[in-house]
């Protein structure tokens, strides 16, 4: 009995049956490996994955620049900036000569009893208003004062304090001694306005004053 002999080759040299499209001894082409492929992950952990398809890299298109300005563009962008105003340094504004001179401060009252006590007030150059009126120069809260009870005017030209009662109700007191109906203070004379007493303290004295620009000598 004759025994058939395969006399079909595949493209490797293998003797293979006639009815057989693949060759058994050769090695599958597209088989998968059983062995999974390691591969880091973004945050440092390793999972397994089996190969198969790389994803493509997105394209990446590149910025579009900007045309560079046309000369009119140009032109009208210099003109904007020419027109913006630029920092200029001001001028110190002249003093008037004929604005009234600043009052400074010449001497003070210190409170020492009732809603005054510890407080002063700031004696200036030329008349100072004393009185329960809200526009006086130095305010005494005292049912007792009159709305314009005194005045205390500096005369700088004599280096003079000196006290007046303007027609007060109740009148005004210099160390206890009502004042008929001015007199000259003198370093802690004891001002009585009402039921409100004061102690006088100077600053300015024959040696010690203001002069033209403001400097003391």
Not at 142 to 168: C, G, K, T, W, Y
Request: charged share 30%.
């Amino acid at each position: 009995m004759r025994q058939n002999v395969a006399d079909k080759r595949c493209e490797n040299g293998h003797f293979i049956d006639e009815t057989w499209d693949l060759c058994p001894y050769c090695p599958a082409e597209n088989a998968e490996s059983d062995v999974p492929v390691v591969r880091p992950t973004r945050f440092g952990a390793q999972e397994a994955k089996r190969p198969g398809p790389v994803p493509a890299e997105p394209v990446r298109r590149p910025t579009a620049v900007p045309p560079p300005p046309t000369l009119g563009q140009r032109d009208a962008a210099a003109v904007a900036l020419e027109s913006e105003p630029a920092d200029r340094t001001v001028a110190v504004q002249k003093l008037d000569p004929l604005a009234t001179p600043k009052r400074y401060v010449v001497g003070w009252l210190i409170g020492l009893n009732g809603s005054a006590r510890g407080e002063s007030f700031p004696v200036r150059i030329g008349r100072n208003v004393l009185g329960r009126d809200r526009r006086s120069d130095i305010v005494v809260n005292d049912d007792q004062a009159s709305s314009h009870h005194a005045d205390l005017v500096f005369r700088p030209e004599e280096r003079r304090f000196i006290l007046m009662d303007h027609n007060s109700t109740n009148g005004t007191y210099v160390n206890d001694s009502e004042i008929e109906p001015r007199r000259d203070l003198a370093a802690k004379d004891v001002v009585r306005v009402g039921s409100h007493r004061f102690l006088f303290m100077p600053l300015c004295n024959e040696g010690f004053y203001w002069d033209e620009e403001g400097a003391l000598k």
